[in-house]
């Protein structure tokens, strides 16, 4: 069965401070992998990978994804309180299904 | 450029109550998905609409939900009769076509609560 895992679960750090977000997937037929960011609301996209070792970056965001050992990290660096959110990690498989599997999400907070 | 607009925001029923949720995806979009995310978990798709047609409805709990997608423009979820264990926020998404399909966009949900 596919499926996402994310960690940590949950973390809270201050301002300032840099985090790194972990996306593992057991995706059949692996295609690509997305990061959407989710407060009150929709989740909203921030990086779609399909190679590995080649980093995306946006902003104080960027990730990379390594397909030999089937993960991914997004680290945010000067983190700030409007960072905090969920971060989904969702992967896809080929076979034209366009499904994505989603992990559970990591809940970041950060405070001033 | 509009978003996905779902519509209600919020919805509160008793069990056993039919609902309906609307969704209108970004124009130009060929694709619309239904999601339906419990709280602390991922997204989980319900049903993937390409234009009209659905290709993908494996994770639609046929017994009770129902959905359309007229024209193959706006979409609607049905729930009926809906239960306890049916409350979450139900997501609607849409992408383009061809190569760019695994980039979604998504709607700000319906939160629905069955008491």
């Known amino acids: 069965e596919d499926k996402v895992v994310q960690s940590p679960l949950s973390l809270v750090v201050h301002e300032g401070d840099t985090v790194t977000l972990n996306c593992s997937y057991e995706?059949?037929?692996?295609?690509?992998l997305l990061w959407y960011k989710q407060e009150k609301k929709a989740p909203t996209f921030l990086f779609m990978l399909?190679?590995?070792?080649i980093e995306k970056k946006s902003g104080r965001l960027s990730s990379i994804l390594d397909k030999k050992e089937l993960f991914s990290i997004l680290n945010i660096t000067a983190t700030q309180t409007g960072d905090s959110a969920i971060y989904l990690c969702?992967?896809?498989?080929?076979?034209?299904?366009?499904?994505?599997?989603f992990g559970t999400g990591t809940r970041l907070q950060v405070f001033p | 450029e509009a978003g996905v607009v779902q519509s209600p925001r919020y919805k509160i029923i008793e069990k056993k109550q039919p609902v309906a949720f609307w969704c209108n995806p970004i124009?130009?979009?060929?694709?619309l998905y239904w999601y339906r995310q419990n709280l602390g978990q991922g997204p989980e798709l319900l049903i993937r609409?390409?234009?009209?047609?659905?290709?993908?409805d494996s994770q639609l709990p046929k017994d009770r939900f129902s959905a359309e997608r007229l024209k193959g423009v706006d979409s609607t979820l049905k729930i009926q009769p809906a239960e306890l264990g049916d409350s979450a926020v139900y997501l609607c998404?849409?992408?383009?076509?061809?190569?760019?399909?695994?980039?979604?966009?998504f709607g700000p949900g319906t939160r629905l609560l069955v008491l």
């Open positions: 998404a849409s992408s383009l076509g061809g190569r760019n399909q695994e980039t979604q966009y």
């Open positions: 995706v059949t037929n692996f295609r690509s």
């Open positions: 399909t190679s590995s070792g």
């Open positions: 969702a992967g896809t498989p080929l076979g034209g299904t366009d499904k994505l599997i």
């Open positions: 124009s130009g979009h060929n694709t």
């Open positions: 609409y390409e234009n009209e047609e659905a290709v993908d």
